[in-house]
Every structure is written in structure tokens, then in C-alpha cells.
């Protein structure tokens, strides 16, 4: 027996995903509309263009409904899609080409002039402080495209948003221990890769 619309929205997890197993289409698009808000959060964390997080996200709900059938509802379902989307994008990003280093020649003027203003270590005017952050936060940005898609995501979670080390080892299928690890890991991995960028500019502006 199908369900409304109006019953479905009122519907628990466990009910629409047994009427989606059972080929309830509208029980699916209830799903979707229910977490696909979730879905595409977790997708902009590792996607920075609209195309691909779109991508990503179909993909997401393609293994989701191919895979309804392994959720028995001992978990909830806004917590199952989210680690389908986690290990989804992750899987993605692997399979992408990997980005050659980054080196001083490629930056901005904006982040050499960072750059070359850490390295002195001068202190920038309290009214630059903002566009300071603004050009840090992007180089920081581009450092994390070049890292791998574990480093990237486990210095997303716990240090960009604050998300619990417990929560993190939900999403990813982790253990703590090892989401604890990769965190360390990955920011001594990220300052040898900042370090890097400096001694390139430092190299540079030498030779000027």
C-alpha cells in the first residue's frame, strides 16, 4: 500500500526506506527531500564547484537507493547517508587526476605579498586585518587542493568546523584512534607543505 504525499512526510526513516526497498518511488523522493539539504553539505566539503557537488550528490542517492537494502534501521538514516556521501566523495576525489605541487610561482601577487610579509614577519596595519585573513584563508584553501583527499577532509571536520572526533569516525567509518591520527598527520603534512611555499618565495625574492 502506497503512502500520500502528506503521509509521507510524516512517515519515520524506517517506513520510507522499507516502502522505497519495495519500489515506492515517492517514498525515495521523500528520502531525498528529507537529506538531500545533509547530502550536498558534506559534497561542499570537499567540492568547491556547484557542477560537482550536483555530481556528487546524485551519486550519492544512485548508491543509496542500490543499497537500501543492507540499512536495517539500527543506525539512523540521516547518519547511513552520511557516510555514503562521505566515503562517495572521498572515492571521487581519489579517482580524479591529482594536482602538481603547488609552487611560489603560481600565487597571487596577494599571497606572495603574504607570504613574503610572514616570512619577514611584519606586522600588517589593524585596518588590513580582514583582507589579511581573506588572502590566508585562500592560500589555505589552495594547500588543502593539493593534499590528499583524507588529509583534506579530517582537517575540514576537526579543525575547520569543530566537529567532534566521535562524529567524524561516524561519517568516515574510522575509528577514533585513527581520525585522532590522520588529524595529526595531516596538519604536520600541511605546515611542511606551507614551509615549502615559503622557502620557495624566500628563494625568489633573493634573486630580485
Known amino acids: 500500500m502506497r503512502l500520500l504525499p502528506e503521509d509521507l512526510k510524516q512517515a519515520s526513516d524506517l517506513e520510507l526506506a522499507r516502502l522505497a526497498r519495495g519500489g515506492d518511488e515517492s517514498a525515495f523522493a521523500e528520502i531525498m527531500r ?10 561542499s566539503r570537499f567540492f568547491r564547484q556547484r557542477a560537482q557537488v550536483e ?12 543499497q537500501l537494502p543492507s540499512y536495517e534501521g539500527r543506525g539512523s ?4 547517508l552520511t557516510r555514503i556521501a562521505t566515503n562517495t566523495c572521498l572515492n571521487m576525489l581519489r579517482g580524479m587526476k591529482r594536482r602538481p605541487e603547488l609552487t ?3 600565487l597571487t601577487e596577494d599571497e606572495s605579498a603574504w607570504l613574503e610579509a610572514k616570512m619577514a614577519g611584519a606586522a ?10 581573506r588572502v590566508a584563508a585562500d592560500l589555505a584553501e ?21 566537529t567532534p572526533v566521535k562524529e567524524v569516525a561516524e561519517m568516515t567509518g574510522w575509528s577514533e584512534s585513527k581520525v585522532k591520527v590522520q588529524a595529526f598527520r595531516a596538519r604536520r603534512r600541511m605546515r611542511e ?10 628563494r625568489d625574492a633573493d634573486r630580485i
Open 104 to 106: 611560489a610561482s603560481e
Open 77 to 80: 538514516l540521516e547518519g547511513w
Open 124 to 133: 600588517e596595519e589593524r585596518h588590513r586585518a580582514e583582507e589579511r585573513g
Open 193 to 202: 607543505a606551507v614551509e615549502k611555499l615559503l622557502a620557495f618565495s624566500g
Open 34 to 43: 528529507r537529506y538531500g539539504p545533509r547530502v550536498f553539505r558534506v559534497a
Open 142 to 162: 589552495r594547500v588543502l587542493g593539493m593534499m590528499s583527499p583524507d588529509d583534506r577532509l579530517v582537517l575540514t571536520l576537526v579543525d575547520g568546523e569543530d
Open 55 to 66: 555530481e556528487a550528490a546524485q551519486e550519492v542517492f544512485l548508491k543509496a537507493f542500490t
